[in-house]
């Protein structure tokens, strides 16, 4: 057998003592200067105080960039490499064991398979970049599982994709760190929009595909829908109060369908707004005194064509059903002169 063997004659080896060196040199070359200078080492150097049970070792390989030969990697004696700069392969695939990078990038053009990927307790995070061609940038879960991608810190689950049923499960509360504001968009042409800024005009939002809003939850417990709103058979609504009123008043039906007005002097244009045909209105008149009852920008038939005259100092009921849509509608005496 044919073997070279670079070996140390000290009786002593301890910790990062160097028991074998190559180096190369171009020795011959003529310019002046770092060109004759060892360009690259290979050595094994001690990794431990060497004793009966102890001699492990490592490789340094040190290669010179114009200046001094320095070390550029380490092979240990457990088997780690350790590159002071990235790895760049070109193989169509490369499988490595437990790898530890350190404060460097991983640039990969194709797949890249791991059991799990771990950052440092050191470090402030793990951020995964997309570059290249922006219409192709995707991570990919294959598995059916119920946790293909599972976000923790610790014990708690933030979001976990599931592709076994195909959720994505959200543990804990949605928060925008911009302007508050968080919008979902379904993959039909719902859209779901939170708006949540700390402004006055918090709300909830149903919009559809073209960015028209079709229902609104505000801030005040107001529900505005754009179009049909079925709740069965009946709707309940809180009563709506008026006091001391006199002159104009406004009766806004988006509020209630049951209204309470007290007055104190003559309603000379009572205005009922934003009624929808076919809605039922109630209105409860306590009168402060022999005071008179006139409309404004609305109209009331009442049975017979002649309107009720109103109880002095007593409590009326006038009901209303909405035949045009905020202006025109059905009169009726629920009662008068109730005591």
Known sequence: MHSLTLQSSDDTINDGDIL???????????????????VAKLEAVAEKTFDDNENATEFVFSLAADGTVASKMTL???????????ITSTAAANTF????????????????????????????????????????????????????????????????????????????????????????KAEGDMIFQVDADGDTSESFSWLNGAGTERMNLTEAGDLQVDGDLDLGARYIGTTKAYTAQSGSVVIDA???????????????????????????????????????????????????????????????????????ASSNFDGYVIGQNLS
């Open 76 to 86: 240990s004696s457990a088997g780690l490499l350790t590159p002071a700069g990235g």
């Open 254 to 324: 988006t509020k209630a369908n049951y209204f309470t007005v007290i007055t104190n002097g003559a309603i000379t244009g009572l205005d009922i707004q934003n009624a929808v045909l076919g809605q039922k209105l109630v209105i409860r008149f306590a009168w402060g005194g022999a005071h008179t009852l006139a409309y404004a920008s609305t109209t009331v038939i009442w049975p017979g064509g002649t309107a009720p005259t109103n109880t002095s100092t007593g409590v009326d009921v006038y009901g209303y059903i909405c035949t045009t």
């Open 97 to 184: 064991g437990a790898t530890s990078f350190s404060d460097a990038n991983i640039t990969n053009v194709g797949s890249l398979a791991c059991g799990s990927m771990v950052v440092d307790t050191a470090a402030a995070g793990l951020d995964i970049v997309f570059g290249g061609v922006t219409t192709t940038n995707k991570m990919t879960l294959t598995d059916s599982l119920a946790d293909a991608l599972n976000i923790t810190e610790g014990s708690n689950s933030y979001m976990k994709f599931d592709t076994s049923s195909e959720k994505i499960i959200i543990s804990k509360t949605l928060y925008s760190a911009t302007n508050g504001d968080i919008t979902i």
């Open 20 to 38: 074998g060196r190559l180096g190369f040199a171009a020795s011959s070359e003529a310019d002046v200067g770092i060109g004759d200078d060892v």
